[in-house]
């Protein structure tokens, strides 16, 4: 399988802190990327690194590529309430990139 | 999720029932996608389109019909299902005229098969 698994399933910290999460994968990609889901709602797509990259920003998003390891990481700074959600990495593949397997996610909790 | 919309939002359904899902996307994208996620597991790509081409069924059960009329509109008809087919039933969009892009998903449909 080449799905994507994320690490923690679930993390729970402080508003204010960093939260850390990590995604393995198991098969050479065209890209990942991160997405957002609140409860019982649809994805959000928050960032896209292409495999020729090892480390893109966007806002309080900071993610990292390591295609040796085959692992991704995305750290959300200064967290705030709102970023509770579950957050999923997808593995892009196939002829034309647009086949991606998910992860089961990590549950983040932020308390305020 | 206002680009993709889908309906009906919740849906229960008896094993002998036939109903349909209705996705709709208002992003100008030429692919489309059925996702399904259930609880603890990997959310699972079902069926995938191109052009309103079909290029992609991920073994999916024949109890399971989709249907692209045009670009903007995917179905998903249903008939005879388990309840082990209870899940939430996500649609997506992306546009493939570039390589690997993201995909836009609306709110999806809650399936309880009783």
């Not at chain 2, 008939?79 to 082990?84: A, R, S």
Request: proline share 4%; with cysteine.
């Amino acid at each position: 399988s080449q799905q994507g698994e994320e690490d923690p399933q679930a993390l729970s910290i402080q508003e204010g802190e960093n939260a850390t999460m990590n995604c393995s994968y198991k098969t050479s990609i065209n890209n990942l990327q991160w997405y957002r889901q609140n409860s019982g709602r649809g994805l959000v797509h928050l960032i896209l690194i292409r495999s020729n990259e090892r480390e893109k920003h966007s806002g309080r998003l900071r993610v990292t590529l390591d295609t040796s390891k085959k692992s991704s990481s995305l750290l959300i700074t200064a967290s705030r309430a709102a970023d509770t959600a579950s957050y999923f990495c997808a593995t892009a593949y196939g002829f034309t990139g647009n086949q991606f397997y998910f992860g089961t996610g990590t549950s983040l909790t932020v308390i305020p | 999720e206002t680009g993709v919309t889908q309906t009906p939002r919740h849906l229960v359904m008896g094993m002998t029932n036939k109903k349909s899902l209705k996705c709709e996307q208002h992003l100008g994208h030429n692919a489309m996608y059925w996702y399904k996620q259930s609880a603890k597991k990997p959310l699972e790509l079902m069926f995938v389109y191109n052009f309103k081409e079909q290029t992609e069924n991920n073994s999916v059960p024949s109890r399971f019909s989709p249907e692209c009329p045009n670009s903007s509109h995917l179905f998903l008809h249903l008939h005879t299902l388990q309840p082990e087919d209870s899940a939430l039933y996500l649609c997506a969009s992306s546009d493939d005229s570039g390589f690997s892009v993201e995909q836009y998903f609306g709110p999806g449909t809650r399936l309880t098969v009783t």
